[in-house]
C-alpha cells in the first residue's frame, strides 16, 4: 500500500506528459518511464530500462544498439544501483540535473552535474552519448553532462579514455561482475598518465597488461589488432591538457566497440550483418606474454622460444635453480653490478615492447644523443629510448629503476640500457645484440651459403663472358650505359625481321591472331614460313610512352637468355612500325588459370610449386646472374608466361630498369607497376631495388597457393589483405586455410607451407628485411630452418602507404591521427 500510495503520490506531482518512443530528448515536464525508450535522430542508439536477469526484478536505465539484433547494451547509468521494481523513471531537474527514482520515488541515481540553463534537457545523440544541455545548445563545450565522461564497460567511438588535467577527470572503462549482474568488476582499463603515458589492464591494483607507451606510430606493443585498418581511425593524444586514447568509426554503419569483459580481457567487437552477430576483432592479452611482468625484471618474454622467458643478454637469473624450473618471480639481474663511479656505458636491445615506464621521464623534442647524456649523468637512469620512432626517431624516455614487461614483438622498438664498463664490448661504444633466435642463425647460415654460392658462380660466369665476348671494352661501356639513350639499340645484335615476314605470319594482323595487349601495344600470334609460331607486340601508334619501353624492353631482354624469361626473337623496325618478335607460348599467362575456378583445376600442386621455382630462377638470373642487375618492376601473374609443358617464363620488360656498377637502389617520380604488386617503398617514395621485385614475388607465391588475387582481398573478419591475412593464418599456424582448395588433393603439404613462409618472407614490410632472390631459391630447395617473417607490408604502416596520417607536432604538444584509405 505504501508503495502504491507513493508511486501515486509521484504521479500526481508530475506533469501529465510521459515521453513517448518517437523523441531523442527527456525535458523537465517529459520524464522516461519503464516500459518507454528514447531512441537517437538516427536511429543508431535507444535509451530505456532493461533487466539483465529475467529472473530477478532488479531493473537498470541503459543504453543499447537500436538496429543490432542482440540486446547490446553499451552503457548503465545505475550499475551499483538497481531499481527493485518496473516503476522507475528518468528525470531532468530544473536545476539540470539527470535522476533517476524508483517506484518508492526515491532518487537512486544522480548525475551530480547541476546548472543553470533555461531549458535544461536530456538528449541521447546518434553516437550513443546521453548528454545534458541547455536545449537551444548544441555545443558540446557546453554540455553540463555526458555519459561518454561516465562510460560502464564499453568504450564507444568519440569516447576520449584517459585523463583530463584541466578538469581533473579521467575516464576509465570497467568490468561488469557478469551478464546478470552489471555492478562494478575487478577489471578496469584505462591510460595511465604516469611517466611516459600506456595503456593499462588492471586486475584491481594490479597490472594485468600494458600497451606499452605510443611510439608515433602505434602502440609499442606489437598487436595487429591496434594498427590502422579499414574499420577505425584511432590517435593518442598527449599534451599537458590531456591524454587520452580515442578511436573513431570510418564506416558509421560497421558497428565496432571496445569492453573490458568479465574475466579481464580487453575485447573489441566488430557487428557482423551476415551471421548477425559480434565477432571479435581483437582480444588482450592476447598471448601468455602480454600478462604483465610474467618474466619479471630484465627478463624478456617471447611466445617463439621455448620457455618463454630469458634473461637479457648479459643478465642472469637471481635465483638460478627456480629459473630452471620456470618460476620466473625472482627475475634477472646485471651479471656485472653497475658502478656509476667507474663509468657505465649502454648496450643497445632491439625489436623490444619497451618496459613499464611507469617510473620514467620524457623530453619529446631530445635527441637520442643527448638523451643518452643526461642518463649517463645521473646514476639512477637505468635505460633510454626514442620516445618516437618516426622516421629516424626522436624524443628522449629515460628509465629510473628496474626495467619490467619487456616482450620481443614484431615493430619493437631499440631501447639502450646501462651496463657496467667491463660488459661494453670493447672497441665499440655501442654493439647490436641481437636476440639469440635460431630461424635467425639459419638465415644468417643460408645467406651465407648462398653468397659463396653465388660468388663462385658469378666468376665462372665471368670467365666464361670473357671468352665469349668479342672485346672487354664493349662490355664495360654497356654496364654503364642509361637505357634511353638513342644509341642504346646500335650496341644490340638482333635478328632484324622485314616488315612483309611478319604481316604475312600474322595473316596482317587479323584480328582472329591478336593474343591481347601487352604492355605498349596488341600481341598477334603468328607463324612463319618454317613453321615456328611466333608472338608479335606491336608498338601502338597511339601509344606515347610506348616508345620508350619499346626501346627499354629491347635493351632488356636482348641482355638476357634464360630458360625461365620469355625468349625475343628478333626486331622488326620499319618506317612507323615498331614491333617485338617473342617465342609463342601457347598456354597463356598464368593468371587465366589461377583465378579461373574451371582452369585452376588444371594446375595442381607439382605444377604450381614448377612456376614458383621457375619464377624465382628466372628472377635471380635478372637480379645477379645476367651480366647486369635488372630489375622487372612489374611482376605479376599476368606477366607469367606459360609454354606448352606449363613452364613459366616472365615476360614484359617494358619498366624494366637495368642498373650498372655499384647502384643498389633508385627513385623514380613515375611510379608504374600494378597494384596489389607494389611494395610499399615503390609505391609511396618510388624507390625501387631487387627487393620490390622480392615483394612482388612473394604476392605472386601466396596468390599461387591461395588461388586468390591480392588485389582487391580483404578478408571479412579483420580487413585484412591477402597478405595480413595470410600472414595471421601463419602465426596460428593454420596454413590449411589458406590453400586453393582446387590442388589440395595434391599438395605436398611441406612444399606448400614453405612456399607460403618463402612467400611472406618476401612480402614483409622494410626492403632490407625481405631475403635476396638467391636465398629465396635456396629457400625453396632447401629445408634449412627459415626466419619468423615480419609483419607484411601494408599491415602496420598501410598508413603509411595511403599517404593519410598526419603529424601535428609543436613543442611538448603531439596530436597524432592515423587514417586508413580503402
Ligand atoms: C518481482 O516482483 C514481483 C511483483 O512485485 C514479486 O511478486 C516477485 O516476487 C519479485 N521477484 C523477485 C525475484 O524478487
Ligand atoms: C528496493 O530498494 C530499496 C533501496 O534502494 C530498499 O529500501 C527496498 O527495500 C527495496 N525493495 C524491495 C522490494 O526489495
Ligand atoms: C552522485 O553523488 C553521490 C553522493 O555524493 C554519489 O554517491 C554518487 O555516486 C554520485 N553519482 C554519480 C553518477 O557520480
Ligand atoms: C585477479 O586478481 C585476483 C586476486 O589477486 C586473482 O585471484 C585473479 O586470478 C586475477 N585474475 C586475473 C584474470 O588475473
Ligand atoms: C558502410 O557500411 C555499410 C554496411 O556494411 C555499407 O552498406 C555501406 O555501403 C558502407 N558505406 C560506405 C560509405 O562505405
Ligand atoms: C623488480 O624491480 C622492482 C622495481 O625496482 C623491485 O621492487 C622488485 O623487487 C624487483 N623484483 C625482484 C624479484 O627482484
Ligand atoms: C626538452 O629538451 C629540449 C631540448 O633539449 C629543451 O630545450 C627543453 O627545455 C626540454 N624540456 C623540458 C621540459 O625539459
Ligand atoms: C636523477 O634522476 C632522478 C629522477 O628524475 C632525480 O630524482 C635525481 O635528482 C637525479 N639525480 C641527479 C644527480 O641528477
Redo the contacts with the bound molecule.
Keep these: 500500500m505504501k508503495s502504491l500510495y507513493r508511486f501515486c503520490c509521484f504521479c500526481f506531482l508530475l506533469p501529465t506528459l510521459i515521453v513517448s518512443d518517437s523523441t531523442d530528448t527527456i525535458t523537465t515536464n517529459q520524464p522516461l518511464a519503464d516500459g518507454k525508450t528514447i531512441i537517437s535522430s538516427g536511429g543508431a542508439f535507444e535509451l530505456g530500462f532493461f533487466k539483465p536477469d529475467v ?3 532488479r531493473t537498470y536505465l541503459g543504453l543499447w544498439y537500436k538496429k543490432v539484433s542482440k540486446l547490446t547494451v553499451v552503457w548503465i547509468a545505475n550499475r551499483d544501483v538497481p531499481i527493485n ?1 518496473t516503476n522507475g523513471l528518468l528525470k531532468v531537474t530544473d536545476q539540470a540535473n539527470l535522476a533517476l527514482f524508483n517506484g518508492e520515488g526515491t532518487a537512486i541515481w544522480s548525475s551530480n552535474a547541476t546548472g543553470s540553463v533555461k531549458n535544461p534537457v536530456a538528449q541521447l545523440l546518434d553516437s550513443g552519448n546521453l548528454v545534458v544541455k541547455d536545449a537551444a545548445d548544441d555545443n558540446p563545450e557546453n554540455y553540463l553532462w555526458q555519459s561518454f565522461e561516465h562510460p560502464t564497460d564499453t568504450l564507444l567511438p568519440g569516447m576520449k579514455l584517459g585523463e583530463n588535467f584541466v578538469k581533473g577527470t579521467e575516464v576509465y572503462i570497467q568490468s561488469i561482475k557478469s551478464n546478470v549482474d552489471p555492478s562494478r568488476g575487478n577489471f578496469i582499463f584505462r591510460v595511465d598518465p604516469d611517466g611516459f603515458p600506456q595503456k593499462f589492464l588492471m586486475n584491481g591494483s594490479t597490472p594485468r597488461f600494458r600497451t606499452g607507451p605510443w611510439n608515433g606510430l602505434r602502440l609499442s606493443w606489437g598487436s595487429p589488432g591496434l594498427q590502422p585498418n579499414p574499420v577505425y581511425t584511432y590517435e593518442f593524444v598527449n599534451n599537458p591538457q590531456e591524454v587520452y586514447y580515442r578511436y573513431d568509426l570510418i564506416n558509421t554503419s560497421v558497428y565496432s566497440r571496445l569492453i573490458v569483459s568479465t574475466d579481464g580481457i580487453i575485447q573489441r567487437f566488430t557487428w557482423n550483418y551476415k551471421t548477425q552477430d559480434w565477432a571479435v576483432y581483437l582480444n588482450a592479452p592476447a598471448d601468455t606474454c602480454d600478462i604483465y611482468g610474467l618474466c619479471n625484471n630484465y627478463s624478456i618474454c617471447s611466445t617463439a622460444s621455448s620457455p618463454i622467458c630469458s634473461c637479457l643478454d648479459k643478465f642472469v637469473p637471481k635465483s638460478p635453480s627456480e629459473w630452471q624450473a620456470t618460476d620466473w618471480s625472482n627475475g634477472c639481474q646485471r651479471r656485472v653490478p653497475l658502478d656509476c663511479q667507474k663509468g657505465d656505458g649502454f648496450i643497445k636491445y632491439s625489436g623490444i615492447k619497451l618496459p613499464d615506464t611507469r617510473w620514467s621521464w620524457y623530453n619529446r623534442s631530445m635527441t637520442l644523443k643527448e638523451c643518452e647524456a643526461i642518463c649517463l649523468k645521473n646514476c639512477s637512469c637505468t635505460a633510454y629510448a626514442n620516445t618516437d620512432i618516426t622516421g629516424k626517431g626522436s624524443g628522449c624516455v629515460l628509465w629510473f629503476g628496474d626495467l619490467i614487461d619487456m616482450t620481443r614483438v614484431n615493430g619493437g622498438q631499440d631501447i639502450y640500457i646501462r651496463m657496467a664498463a667491463s660488459e661494453i664490448p670493447s672497441g665499440a661504444n655501442k654493439a647490436k645484440i641481437l636476440g639469440i633466435s635460431l630461424p635467425l642463425v639459419g638465415a644468417f647460415l643460408l645467406l651465407v651459403l648462398s653468397l659463396i654460392l653465388c660468388a663462385q658462380k658469378k666468376k665462372r660466369r665471368q670467365r666464361k663472358l670473357a671468352e665469349q665476348l668479342p672485346s672487354k671494352g664493349k662490355m664495360e661501356s654497356r654496364s654503364e650505359q642509361r637505357l634511353n639513350t638513342e644509341s642504346d639499340k646500335e650496341d644490340l645484335d638482333l635478328p632484324l625481321f622485314d616488315l612483309k615476314t611478319i604481316e604475312q605470319a600474322t595473316n596482317n594482323f587479323s584480328i582472329d591472331n591478336k593474343l591481347g595487349a601487352g604492355g605498349f601495344g596488341p600481341v598477334y600470334k603468328g607463324t612463319l614460313e618454317e613453321g615456328q609460331e611466333i608472338a608479335v607486340k606491336r608498338l601502338s601508334e597511339y601509344s606515347i610512352q610506348g616508345l620508350d619501353e619499346f626501346k627499354n624492353e629491347v635493351k632488356c631482354i636482348a641482355e638476357v637468355q634464360h630458360r625461365n624469361l620469355v625468349k625475343l626473337l628478333g626486331c622488326c623496325i620499319e618506317g612507323e612500325e615498331k614491333m617485338l618478335i617473342y617465342e609463342f607460348m601457347p598456354n597463356k599467362s598464368l593468371d587465366f588459370f589461377l583465378f579461373d575456378n574451371d582452369r585452376s583445376r588444371l594446375l595442381d600442386w607439382p605444377k604450381r610449386f614448377q612456376i614458383i621455382i621457375g619464377i624465382a630462377r628466372g628472377l635471380l638470373y635478372l637480379h645477379q646472374d645476367s651480366r647486369l642487375t635488372i630489375i622487372h618492376r612489374d611482376l605479376k601473374a599476368g606477366n607469367i608466361l606459360l609454354d606448352s609443358e606449363m613452364k613459366p617464363k616472365i615476360s614484359d620488360f617494358g619498366m624494366a630498369r637495368i642498373f650498372g656498377g655499384t647502384e643498389t637502389e633508385a627513385r623514380t617520380k613515375r611510379v608504374v607497376g600494378t597494384y596489389g604488386y607494389m611494395s610499399p617503398e615503390y609505391a609511396v617514395n618510388g624507390v625501387f631495388s631487387t627487393k620490390s621485385d622480392v615483394f612482388s614475388f612473394g604476392v605472386f607465391v601466396l596468390e599461387i597457393v591461395t588461388g586468390k588475387k591480392n588485389r582487391g582481398f580483404t578478408h571479412p573478419d579483420h580487413y585484412h589483405s591477402l597478405l595480413g591475412h595470410a600472414w595471421l593464418l601463419f602465426k596460428d599456424s593454420r596454413f590449411q586455410e589458406l590453400i586453393d582448395d582446387h590442388f589440395s588433393q595434391s599438395c605436398f603439404l611441406s612444399e606448400v607451407i614453405r612456399s607460403i613462409h618463402v612467400g611472406l618472407l618476401c612480402v614483409q614490410q622494410y626492403p632490407d628485411d625481405r631475403p635476396s632472390m638467391s636465398s629465396v631459391v635456396l629457400m625453396l630447395v632447401g629445408d634449412g630452418a627459415l626466419p619468423f617473417p615480419k609483419e607484411p607490408g601494408y599491415f602496420t604502416e598501410r598508413n603509411c602507404f595511403f599517404e593519410t596520417d598526419k603529424i601535428f607536432s609543436s613543442g611538448n604538444q603531439l596530436t597524432i591521427t592515423l587514417l586508413d584509405a580503402r
Design positions: 529472473n530477478s526484478n521494481d
